[in-house]
């Protein structure tokens, strides 16, 4: 009776959270209701990330508390607090940086509210916090990316390739991964020098001030760049065409997300490879919130497939992008 109770007072909260007056009729609660806390909007990858979280819960008919952070992780924190008082039946979300969250998951397993990662993870020693983490596997990434530019780098016959690193936030598992795994790729290969490392925090915005500064101190002396997102990289290509280089061609570009309009500047040429991190990350974060609800067994960790689209490859056929 009181899990009846429980699921009517949410489905007002969640009426009124979307904007219903309370003098609606309650009806019968949905089975599942699951609190996500979205990291921010700065991207084409995290807009396709939410569609699609948002898409999947209407289809599986789990009522979804959909909480936008604005990039602030006191806002996550803060919302994973809110899903607690409200009794929802699983927590997710997206961590914007990989420390700071043991006190209030300490609070939603103490509530009995399993907890799914989505997209980012965490850094903890209580294991037993988490249920489930679904995500790209970053590092790898990053050894996709250092992989194409040896290739590049043979193709060329390039003696050296001095290479600029515009990383993503701070602290996030993509920023820390996809460095690593790109760094560790390209450690035994003597050509490869990293002139200089800056972050644009996943920020078209930023991308534009960080490749701004670096041609002015380096030029034409940069042989690559190696940006953690398409955002930070599609603002730096005009900042390489207004300093008269041509990317692509002066300069190998390397970029991760996938989204469409990264791919097109791809096929344009001015980009010579995109690492795909799909966003579609929606069904097995109902699939797994449905199995814990009830009480089943899930995958620590989920890592979608993953490949990766280069100027070696004829991308004629493929098919659009989706984000
Ligand atoms: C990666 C995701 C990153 C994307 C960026 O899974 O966390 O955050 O690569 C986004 O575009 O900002």
Known sequence: ????????????????????????????????????????????????????????????????????????????????????????????????????????????????????????????????????????????????????????????EMESVKIVEITGTEDSTPMRQRQAGFMDTIAEDERMEIIESVNGDFLKSRGAECMRYLMEKYGDSIDAVYSHNDEMTLGAIPEIEKAGAVPGQDMIIISIDGGQEAIDVLKQGKINCVVECTPMLGQELMDAAKKLEAGEEVDRVIHPEEKYFSDEMDLSGLAPRGY
């Open 1 to 156: 009776m009181f899990n009846r109770i429980r699921k009517i007072i949410l489905l007002l909260a969640l009426c009124m959270l979307a904007g219903c007056g309370a003098k609606e009729e309650p009806q019968q609660g949905p089975e599942l209701v699951l609190g996500f806390s979205q990291l921010g909007t700065e991207s084409a990858w995290r807009s396709g990330n939410s569609a699609d979280i948002e898409k999947k819960a209407e289809e599986c008919g789990i009522g979804l508390m959909f909480e936008n952070a604005n990039r602030k992780q006191e806002n996550q924190i803060a919302a994973i607090r809110r899903f607690i008082a409200y009794h929802v039946d699983v927590i997710a979300f997206s961590p914007i940086v990989e420390e700071g969250w043991d006190n209030v998951l300490s609070e939603a397993k103490e509530a009995g509210i399993p907890v799914i990662l989505v997209d980012r993870d965490i850094s903890t020693r209580k294991a037993d916090l988490i249920s489930c983490h679904i995500g790209a596997d970053f590092y790898q990434e990053g050894v996709m990316a250092g992989e194409y530019l040896i290739r590049k780098a043979d193709a060329l």
